[in-house]
């Protein structure tokens, strides 16, 4: 009986800690077979998730589910780098997920249940032969009653690294929550910074994240080629 009372309780603080990653408080499935200290990245909260629903074709350009719900619109675009900051890194995995416009990972029907986690608004970019990425999502809302800016997360994945890693989150310079917060939790700026500056086009915002590989990730074993 004792099994059953503390189950729901479980689920529901594992559905937190999978929502936000960073805190390297169990090893994803994915990652099971390799040593957490030869990790690249160090490991993180529901990475693996990425791998859930993933289809075998992936574009360079994504419309998440996000963009025909109530919100603002808003349009991320970027170019993927190799280590050196120059060269542009096509063929690369970037998978987001995000909350909605009330600050939920809410669910939706025919989501998949073992990505309830990561609410609806998730997916995956391909990076093309110039590094490039494109996503027409809406705007994430901060978490309700929270201090955490809004943001988008991002995770990588390499085709010649085994495992994925994970990028400091997308945040908003015009985010009123984002200075305290900085001011407490600096960013690791892994893969570069991920405040990202909105510029408004008409009805849509616009803002703009460049990803440089490896750079502030623990143990990524690349060189820089210059």
Same mark, same amino acid.
């Given at each position: =009986?004792?099994?059953?009372?503390?189950?729901?309780?479980?689920?529901?603080?594992?559905?937190?800690?999978?929502?936000? =990653?960073?805190?390297?408080?169990?090893?994803?499935?994915?990652?099971?077979?390799?040593?957490?200290?030869?990790?690249?990245?160090?490991?993180?909260?529901?990475?693996?998730?990425?791998?859930?629903? =993933?289809?075998?074709?992936? !574009? !360079?350009?994504?419309?998440?589910?996000?963009?025909?719900?109530?919100?603002?619109?808003?349009?991320? !675009?970027?170019?993927?780098?190799?280590?050196?900051?120059?060269?542009?890194?096509? %063929?690369?995995?970037?998978?987001?997920?995000?909350?909605?416009?009330?600050?939920?990972? !809410?669910?939706?029907?025919?989501?998949?249940?073992?990505?309830?986690?990561?609410?609806?608004?998730?997916?995956?970019?391909?990076?093309?032969?110039?590094?490039?990425?494109?996503? /027409?999502?809406?705007?994430?809302?901060?978490?309700?009653?929270?201090?955490?800016?809004?943001?988008?997360?991002?995770?990588?994945?390499?085709?010649?690294?085994? %495992?994925?890693?994970?990028?400091?989150?997308? %945040?908003?310079?015009?985010?009123?929550?984002?200075?305290?917060?900085?001011?407490? /939790?600096?960013?690791?700026?892994?893969?570069?910074?991920?405040?990202?500056?909105?510029?408004?086009?008409?009805?849509?915002?616009?803002?703009?994240?460049?990803?440089?590989?490896?750079?502030?990730?623990?143990? /990524?074993?690349?060189?820089?080629?210059?």
């Amino acid at each position: =009986m004792k099994r059953h009372f503390y189950l729901p309780l479980l689920i529901m603080v594992l559905t937190k800690l999978c929502s936000c =990653m960073g805190q390297n408080k169990h090893t994803p499935e994915s990652q099971a077979l390799i040593p957490k200290e030869k990790l690249v990245g160090g490991g993180c909260d529901g990475c693996e998730l990425m791998y859930v629903g =993933m289809p075998s074709h992936i !574009s !360079s350009t994504d419309t998440s589910a996000g963009w025909t719900e109530k919100g603002q619109k808003l349009l991320v !675009s970027g170019t993927v780098y190799q280590l050196n900051g120059q060269t542009p890194a096509p %063929n690369i995995i970037i998978y987001y997920w995000q909350t909605d416009n009330d600050g939920l990972y !809410s669910s939706k029907q025919g989501v998949n249940k073992n990505a309830l986690p990561h609410g609806h608004i998730r997916g995956w970019l391909k990076t093309d032969k110039n590094g490039k990425y494109t996503l /027409y999502t809406v705007r994430p809302a901060p978490y309700p009653d929270d201090v955490l800016p809004a943001h988008i997360h991002f995770s990588i994945k390499e085709p010649d690294i085994d %495992n994925e890693y994970y990028l400091d989150d997308i %945040n908003f310079d015009d985010d009123k929550l984002l200075l305290p917060y900085l001011k407490k /939790y600096p960013q690791e700026n892994r893969g570069g910074s991920g405040i990202v500056r909105v510029l408004h086009n008409d009805q849509i915002q616009i803002a703009e994240r460049d990803i440089i590989l490896g750079l502030n990730i623990p143990n /990524y074993k690349k060189k820089n080629k210059k």
